[in-house]
C-alpha cells in the first residue's frame, strides 16, 4: 500500500509538473511573439531632401515607394490619391514622401533619375508635375518605354522646366546617388513591392483607398 500511495503520489507530481511546464512555454510563445510583433512594426526614413506633397506641418507623415513602370502605381495614383488628397492633404491632416524603389527595368532608374532631375530644378512642384507625367505616359511594364528620349519630352509640359539643365542633369546621372539611396532605404525597410504606403512608419496591408483611409484615421487618434 505505502509504495502503490508513493507512486500516485509521484505521478500527481509528474502531472502537475507537466502542466506548469505547459503553461510556462504558452507565456513565452505569446510573450515572444507580442515582442516581435512590437519591434517590426514601426520604420523609420530620412525625408530631408525628399520631395514633399501637402503642409509640412501635417501631423501624420505618408511615405510611398513607387517605381514609374509599375502598373499597381498607376493605380494607386488613379484610384487612390485623389480621396487622399481631397481628405487628407489638402486639409493638412497629412503630409506624404514618395521615395523612389526602382527595379522592374532599367528605364525605372532612368523615370526615377529624370523626376529626381525635376525635383533639382523646380522643388516639390517640379517633381510632383513630372511624376504625373510619367504615369500618364505609363507604357507596357515589359516595354522600355522611359527613354532619355521620352523623359525630354515630357519635361517640356513642366511648367518652368529649362530644357537644357534637365537633360544635362540626366545624361550626367546626377541624381543616381539620390536614387540610389532611396532604394538603400526600401531595402532597409524590407519593401519588396510597389507601391508600398507606410502610415507614421507603418506598412498599411495594401494601397487601397479603405485601407489607407483607415491607417491614416487610426494614427491620428
Known amino acids: 500500500m505505502t509504495r502503490l500511495k508513493g507512486t500516485q503520489q509521484n505521478r500527481a507530481i509528474l502531472v502537475i509538473g507537466t502542466l506548469v511546464a505547459v503553461i510556462l512555454i504558452v ?13 517590426s512594426g514601426s520604420k523609420s526614413f530620412d525625408l530631408s531632401g525628399q520631395p514633399l506633397l501637402g503642409q509640412a506641418s501635417a501631423p501624420v507623415t505618408m511615405v510611398v515607394f513607387e517605381d514609374f513602370k509599375c502598373p499597381n502605381c498607376k493605380n494607386f495614383e488613379d484610384n ?10 489638402d486639409t493638412g491632416k497629412v503630409k506624404m514622401y514618395k521615395l523612389n524603389f526602382p527595379f522592374i527595368g532599367p528605364d525605372s532608374t532612368t523615370a526615377a533619375e529624370a523626376a529626381e532631375c525635376a525635383y533639382v530644378q523646380k522643388g516639390d512642384a517640379g517633381y510632383n508635375s513630372f511624376a504625373t ?12 518605354w522611359a527613354t532619355k528620349d521620352k523623359m525630354y519630352e515630357l519635361a517640356g509640359y513642366v511648367d518652368g522646366l529649362d530644357a537644357a539643365k534637365f537633360k544635362t542633369c540626366l545624361d550626367s546621372e546626377a ?3 539620390q536614387v540610389d539611396a532611396d532604394k538603400a532605404q526600401a531595402t532597409k525597410a524590407g519593401v519588396n513591392a510597389t507601391p508600398s504606403v507606410f502610415i507614421n512608419g507603418t506598412l498599411a496591408s495594401d494601397y487601397s483607398a479603405g485601407t489607407v483611409s483607415a491607417a491614416i484615421d487610426q494614427a491620428s487618434k
Do not use: N
Open 80 to 89: 487612390t490619391m485623389p480621396t487622399i488628397q481631397s481628405k487628407y492633404i
Open 175 to 177: 541624381t543616381k546617388g
Open 133 to 144: 507625367l510619367l504615369f500618364r505616359a505609363q507604357g507596357e511594364e515589359t516595354t522600355q
Open 27 to 39: 507565456a513565452v510563445v505569446l510573450f515572444s511573439s507580442k515582442s516581435a510583433s512590437g519591434s
